[in-house]
C-alpha cells in the first residue's frame, strides 16, 4: 500500500509521440474488447432484472441503448482511433485522445442511464442494487483496459457516475448515491497508479529499441568501416604490388614470385628462367606522338604479351619499356626460347593506338637458373643477354651466356 500512495504521488512519465501513440492504441484495442465483454454484463443484468420484476420496457429500451453504442464504437474504432494513430503522419495523439474521450463520455452515459430506464416501484427497490452493480464492474473492466490513458477513462468513470448518480437520486436512494459518488472520488487515483505503470513500461520498451536501434545503426556503421578499410588495404596491397599504368606486378611483386620459384625449382627440379626485353626504338614513339600514346603502347604490349604466356607464366613491368617474364619448365632451354620467339613476333604486329597505328619490334634476354643463382642474378644475367641482341641489331633473342659477362 505504501508502495501505490508512492507511485500516486510520483510524477507522470514524460512521454514523446511515439509513445503517447502506443498507448492510445493499446487502450483503443483494450476498449474494443471490454465493450464486448459488455454484453455478458448486459445480459445479466437484464435476465435479473426481468426476474425481479423490472418494467420490461425500460430494460429493453437500455439494452438496445448499450447493444446499439458496443457495435457502434466496435466498428467505428479501427478508422477512428486506432488506425489514424498507427500512421506517424497522422493526425497528433492529443487530438486522437479527445475522440477517444467523447467516446467514453458516451459510452458511460450509456452505462449511467440503466438507474433512469429501469425504475421498479416501491415492492422491488432492491432491484437497484443489480444496475448499480452493473455500473461497478463496467467501471472496474475500464480501469482494467483503459489506465493506459488516465484522462479517457476519467471521463468514462465521471460520466458513468454522474448519470448513475442522477438516476439513483431521482428514485431516492440516497445511500446507494453516496456509494456512487465514493467510487467516483477513488477511482480516479487508483487509474493514475495505472497509467504511471503502464506508461513506465511502454517509456521504457521505446527507450530500449531506440538503443537498440542506435547499437544496430553503430553496428552497421563500424562494419560498413570495416569494409571500406579492408577494401582501402587491398587498394594499398594492390598498389604497393602493382604497376599502376598496365596493371601488371611490379618489381617487388616480380621477385617475391622468381625468389619463391627458384626456392621451388631446387625442390621439384623444374627450371626457372628469366625473359628481359624491352621495345626498340620506344623513345621515338614518345618524341613523335607524345607520352600519351607512349602509355597506351604499352598497355597493349602488356594484353599481347599475357595473351600468349601460359597461366602459370608472370610478366612484370620493372620500369620505363622495359618488361620481364618468369618461366618455369622441365622442356630446358628449347621451351624458353619458343617462348621468346613468340613475345617477339606478336609484337611486331602494328598496334593501332589512338594516337595512330605504331609498328615496333623487340630485343630479348633470355637467363636460364643453374641451380646457384639468386633472383637479382638471373635478373641481371637476362639484361645481359638483352645488351647483347641490342648490340646485334636489334629485334631478336639471346640466351645469357657466362663469357658475356667478360664483354660487358
Known amino acids: ?46 435476465t435479473v432484472l426481468a426476474l425481479g420484476g423490472a418494467p420490461i420496457g425500460g430494460l429493453i429500451g437500455w439494452a438496445v441503448l448499450r447493444v446499439a453504442w458496443t457495435v457502434f464504437f466496435h466498428l467505428a474504432a ?13 493526425p497528433p495523439p492529443q487530438r486522437l485522445a479527445h475522440r477517444f474521450t467523447a467516446a467514453q463520455i458516451v459510452a458511460g452515459a450509456t452505462w449511467g442511464s440503466g438507474c433512469l430506464w429501469v425504475r ?31 484522462n479517457t477513462y476519467r471521463a468514462f468513470h465521471a460520466s458513468i457516475c454522474a448519470t448513475g448518480a442522477v438516476g439513483l437520486l431521482s428514485q431516492g436512494n440516497w445511500a446507494l448515491t453516496a456509494f456512487v ?59 604497393a604490388t602493382r604497376d599502376p599504368l598496365t596493371g601488371l606486378p611490379n618489381r617487388s611483386l616480380f621477385f617475391d614470385h622468381l625468389t619463391s620459384a ?49 597461366s602459370s607464366d608472370v ?12 618461366l618455369a619448365t622441365r622442356s630446358g632451354t628449347e621451351e624458353f626460347a619458343r617462348v621468346a620467339e613468340r613475345v617477339r613476333q606478336v609484337l611486331e604486329a602494328p598496334f593501332d593506338l589512338a594516337a595512330g597505328p605504331v609498328r615496333i619490334s623487340s630485343s630479348l634476354g633470355l637467363a636460364l637458373d643453374d641451380g646457384h643463382c639468386t633472383a ?12 647483347r641482341a641490342k648490340q646485334l641489331g636489334r629485334n631478336r633473342s639471346v640466351l645469357f651466356q657466362p663469357a658475356m659477362l667478360d664483354t660487358t
Open 78 to 90: 479501427p478508422a477512428w482511433i486506432t488506425g489514424p494513430a498507427r500512421d506517424p503522419s497522422g
Open 376 to 387: 637479382e642474378q638471373l635478373v641481371e644475367y637476362a639484361d645481359v643477354a638483352l645488351y
Open 315 to 326: 610478366l612484370a613491368r620493372l620500369g620505363g619499356d622495359e618488361l620481364v617474364i618468369l
Open 181 to 239: 459518488v465514493f467510487g467516483a472520488l477513488g477511482a480516479p487515483p487508483l487509474a493514475r497508479y495505472g497509467y504511471q505503470q503502464v506508461a513506465g513500461a511502454r517509456l521504457l520498451a521505446r527507450q530500449n529499441a531506440l538503443l537498440a536501434e542506435e547499437l544496430r545503426q553503430e553496428r552497421e556503421s563500424a562494419e560498413r568501416v570495416n569494409l571500406r578499410l579492408s577494401e582501402l588495404n587491398v587498394e594499398l596491397q594492390h598498389r
Open 262 to 310: 627458384l626456392r621451388r625449382s631446387r625442390e621439384s627440379g623444374r627450371a626457372v628462367g628469366v625473359v628481359f626485353f624491352d621495345l626498340d626504338h620506344f623513345k621515338q614513339v614518345n618524341d613523335k606522338l607524345g607520352h600519351g600514346a607512349g602509355d597506351d603502347l604499352l598497355r597493349h604490349v602488356a594484353g599481347r604479351v599475357t595473351g600468349v604466356l601460359r
Open 1 to 46: 500500500m505504501r508502495d501505490i500512495l508512492l507511485m500516486l504521488r510520483a510524477p507522470d512519465p514524460e512521454l514523446d509521440d511515439v509513445v503517447r501513440r502506443q498507448l492510445l492504441i493499446q487502450s483503443a484495442e483494450a476498449a474494443r474488447v471490454s465493450n464486448l465483454l459488455g454484453f455478458g454484463l448486459i445480459t445479466t443484468a437484464v
Open 120 to 150: 421498479p416501484d416501491a415492492e422491488h427497490a432492491s432491484l437497484v442494487a443489480v444496475p448499480v452493480a452493473v455500473l461497478m464492474l463496467a467501471n472496474a473492466a475500464n480501469l482494467l483496459f483503459c489506465s493506459a490513458t488516465p
